[in-house]
Each structure stands twice: as structure tokens, then as C-alpha cells.
């Protein structure tokens, strides 16, 4: 279990470096990310966009690296998503070009790279009011899932965190009230849900749920309402209702409470690192530190 995204880097550092294709690469955000990355031994970037905008970024940072020219955005994403078809990179990284675009060439039935039943958002969160890293889905792709999407978001979170040394995750099904409401469906959804982790349907994690945030994350908030259970107090995955609850946890960690924010998707061949435009460097830094670490697994 990692405390902070320092504690996170420092170990992605000591595995060994894993080629990254950033599309869109007219991002200098992105590229300062990649050069840091670079310099600890966690990344060798591949850029694929504009090679004339990119190359005078590449020369303001100071890096050194492969550059594959592309016309618009989406040749950019079919040239990205090719170049780790054809194993010349572990990990897709999203640039200057819009998620609708690079998902598009991610699903393509042809030469895409999807995997799983479903694409989610994994966010983890660094916030210093909390002693580990938090992890959150779904706040970037599922709009309002279902339960049998909430559980594909709980399998994907779960195979990637046990990927990355999480051996049981602790998983809070989040809801605004920790008791069973017929007047919210994502109490009895959670419920449910955590039936079916005492039977065995999902496995390698511990869940319970419904619970509110305060007794997913503080054991005393979860003593005083009298909350027991390995879970209460102790989550490490956050699941949400539903994307706007997610997309507002997340950013409250950094508005409100200065923390970093790291995203990537899942149920694809391989980590695609995607945070906001408005993320800086650090945030981008963190998301390939977790998708290096996660590709040096598999």
C-alpha cells in the first residue's frame, strides 16, 4: 500500500522503463511529465502529433525523444493506438486531443485495444489529510451505471490495484447514507452488491456498502455510527453512484484540499493515461508512474 504518490514514484523507478506513446503531443504539460518520467527511469516517451509544434516544446523542456508526425487529432490516435498494437509501446497517454477521439481509435474493432466488457476510470487521490492513497471509480466514463456495470468497475479497479500490489483492497460502495433506503436506489444497489462479495462473485477484494464517505474513510466516524467491519474506516477504493459524485470527489481533493489527482482507464490491453487539460504535470507524472508500474506487472 502506498501512503503517497512520492512513495509511488520512488518504487516505479526501481523496475525498469516502459515506453509511453502520448498523443496529441502538443502538450507541454505532458511533455514535462514525460521528460521527469524520463529522468527517473519510469518512461521512455514516443510522441505522436504536430512534430514542428512538438519539437519546439520538446526543445523548451529539454527533451530527447522519438517523434511521429500526424496531420490532425485523429491520425494522431490511430498512429498512438498502432504503435502499442505493434509493441512498440506499453502505455497510451492522452495529449492535446479530446478522450472522445482517442477512445474512438481505442475501441476501433479492427486494430483497437479493448479487452474487457467495459472501459472505466480508476482516479487516485494524494490528499495530505489522509494517511494512503485513495482510489475512486467511476468518475470519468460510466455515466450512471448499472449494478452489473458498477460490478465490471469494481473488477477492473480491483484486477489493476491487485496488479499493482493492493493483495485484498478495501471497496466502499459510497451512497449519501449507510443504511438501506428504497428511496435510493444506490443503497440497495450497494447492498446487493456487497451480497455478492460474501458469496464469492467478486473476489480479491473485501466490500461492503452502502456506506457514506465519512465512515468509508475515518474509523472514527465509522465507530461513532457504530460501523464494524474491515472495511469501515479503512477504504482504499472509493465506489461512486454515479460520474458526477466522481468527477466532484475528484476535483474537490485538489480545490479544497491540495491534493494530487492521478487518472487512467481500464479494460483495455494496456493502462491509457487520461486526466483533465487542467491537470498539471505532477497529476500527469503520478497517472504514469501507476500505468508503469501496473504494464511492468503484466
Given at each position: 500500500m502506498f501512503c503517497n504518490f512520492d512513495e509511488m514514484l520512488q518504487y516505479a523507478s526501481k523496475l525498469g522503463t516502459q515506453k509511453v506513446a502520448l498523443v496529441g503531443s502538443e502538450d507541454e504539460e505532458g511533455l514535462r511529465a514525460l521528460k521527469k518520467a524520463q529522468d527517473l527511469g519510469i518512461a521512455e516517451p514516443i510522441l505522436v502529433g504536430d512534430k514542428e509544434k512538438t519539437s519546439q516544446i520538446c526543445e523548451k523542456v529539454e527533451l530527447d525523444c522519438e517523434i511521429i508526425d500526424a496531420s490532425d487529432s485523429v491520425e494522431a490516435a490511430e498512429k498512438g493506438v498502432k504503435a502499442i498494437r505493434n509493441n512498440k509501446a506499453q502505455i497510451l497517454m492522452k495529449g492535446l486531443v479530446k478522450t472522445s477521439i482517442l477512445l474512438k481509435a481505442v475501441l476501433n474493432k479492427e486494430w483497437g485495444l479493448r479487452k474487457g466488457e467495459l472501459l472505466s476510470h480508476l482516479a487516485v487521490l494524494d490528499v495530505p489529510a489522509v494517511d494512503r492513497l485513495i482510489f475512486v471509480s467511476d468518475g470519468g466514463m460510466v455515466i450512471k451505471p448499472d449494478i452489473n456495470e458498477k460490478v465490471a468497475i469494481i473488477n477492473n479497479a480491483v484486477s489493476f490495484m491487485n496488479n499493482i500490489g493492493y493483495e485484498n483492497?478495501?471497496?466502499?460502495?459510497?451512497?449519501?447514507?449507510?443504511?438501506?433506503?428504497?428511496?435510493?436506489?444506490?443503497?440497495?444497489?450497494?447492498?446487493?452488491?456487497?451480497?455478492?462479495a460474501q458469496r464469492r462473485q467478486l473476489k480479491n477484494c473485501e466490500i461492503d456498502g452502502p456506506l457514506a464517505l465519512d465512515n468509508a474513510l475515518s474509523e472514527m466516524a465509522a465507530k461513532i455510527k457504530?460501523?464494524?467491519?474491515?472495511v469501515a474506516g479503512n477504504a482504499d477504493l472509493l465506489v461512486v453512484p454515479d460520474i458526477h459524485s466522481g468527477n466532484i470527489l475528484g476535483k474537490s481533493a485538489i480545490y479544497l484540499a491540495d491534493g494530487t489527482i492521478a487518472g487512467i482507464i481500464l479494460g483495455a490491453t494496456v493502462p491509457i493515461v487520461i486526466v483533465s487539460r487542467a491537470d498539471v504535470a505532477r497529476s500527469k507524472l503520478a497517472s504514469l508512474a501507476l500505468s508503469a508500474i501496473s504494464a511492468t506487472k503484466n
Open positions: 483492497p478495501r471497496v466502499a460502495l459510497l451512497a449519501a447514507v449507510e443504511v438501506v433506503n428504497e428511496s435510493m436506489p444506490e443503497t440497495l444497489e450497494a447492498a446487493a452488491i456487497s451480497k455478492m457504530k460501523i464494524s467491519g474491515s
